[in-house]
Structures are given as C-alpha cells and as structure tokens.
C-alpha cells in the first residue's frame, strides 16, 4: 500500500538555515524548490540533500518570492510572484528553464499566478481569473475563464488521463471540466458543512 507521509526535512537555506519553499519539482535529473527568495536547485542523485551544501541558488533570475513550479519534458516553469514580494497585483512574471539557461515564459507581467501543474503530459497554470493549458512542447492549447455561467475562482487545477480538467475554485469546489468541450461536468463539494449550491457531494 502507497503511504503519503514525510520521510525527510532539508534546511537549504544560506549555512543551513530554514527558507519558505513555497512549491517544489523535480525533472528526474535535478530537484527544484522555489522559495520566498530565489529558486533552489540540486542534483537528484546527491547522496546527501540534508546538507545545505549540495543545494545551490540558481542564477539568472530576479530576487523575490516564487509561489510556483513544475517540471514538464525537460522543462522547468516558475512564477515570479509580484503580488506576493512587493505586494503589486497583476504584475507576475513567469519563466522557463530549458536545462541550460532562463528565459520569459509567454509576455512578462499583466496576471497573478496561483499555481502551476504538470500531470499526464499537459501543464496547467492557474492565473486570476483563468485557467490555461499547454501540451509537453508548452504549446498552449486551452483557455478558461469560467463556468455555470460565472467567471473563474480557480486556485489550483490539473487534468488527467481521460482529458478531464480538475479545478480547485473559491466558489464552486472542485470541478470536473472536459476537454476539449469545454463544458464544466459538475461540481464536487465535501457533505460537511451543506453544500449551498449545484452538483453532488462527495461522502
């Protein structure tokens, strides 16, 4: 049986300091942990990640806080979250590593990024106010901006093997989104507190 539990704590900061990591990846060659100052990297097969010392600040990118990550076919996308290090909404910035140097992922500026997702080949980026997904060469090829005719609370979303787009919203829980429909299925609620709108509960 697959048990999720913590086996391991790393204090990768500056002579071993403790660091907000705010999201972590891994592209099966190098870990990366982005944190409330810069994006940490180290190697997979180090024999010793508790050491501080194996774990490197990568160069090429502002400081500031990175509330998100992920790893897609050789890929690495983070955002530079704005909002979060100087308090300036719509004012995010993400970027793409290609294994050698960083680089804008998509015009710099202009959204909020609450996440972002790589699952079943597809990457997904939740913004404020939408959703979008890219195929494994990060071309993008969808764009939501809500459902049940409302607009979009997503915080997180990812799709899964039959296509289906996951989405964690403020308002409507989590919802089911077919793709390439683009029709909301339903919407997901826990039986605990009553849900107050559409869909089934889960038990």
């Not at 500056?14 to 994006?39: E, H, M, P």
């Not at 039959?162 to 989590?174: E, P, R, V």
């Amino acid at each position: 049986m697959d048990r999720n539990e913590i086996k391991d704590t790393y204090y990768i900061g500056l002579n071993g300091s403790y660091v907000n990591v705010k999201d972590f990846t891994s592209d099966g060659i190098n870990f990366y942990a982005a944190t409330s100052t810069s994006i940490y990297k180290a190697p997979v097969n180090s024999p010793n990640l508790a050491d501080y010392t194996n774990w490197s600040i990568m160069p090429g990118l502002p400081t500031g806080v990175y509330n998100a990550i992920a790893a897609i076919n050789g890929n690495v996308v983070v955002n530079y979250s704005k909002q979060l290090t100087s308090n300036v909404g719509y004012a995010d910035t993400l970027y793409k590593y290609d294994g050698s140097n960083w680089s804008y992922f998509g015009t710099p500026g202009g959204f909020i990024v609450h996440s972002i997702k790589s699952t079943n080949n597809s990457l997904v980026i939740t913004f404020e106010g939408a959703v979008s997904t890219y195929d494994q060469n990060l071309n993008g090829n969808g764009y939501f901006s809500g459902y049940f005719s409302d607009i979009t609370r997503a915080r997180s979303a990812v799709r899964d093997a039959q296509g289906f787009l996951w989405i964690a919203d403020l308002k409507y829980g989590l919802i089911s989104y077919m793709i390439p429909f683009l029709v909301a299925k339903t919407d997901l609620k826990p039986c605990q507190p009553v849900p107050t709108c559409c869909g089934p509960c889960i038990p």
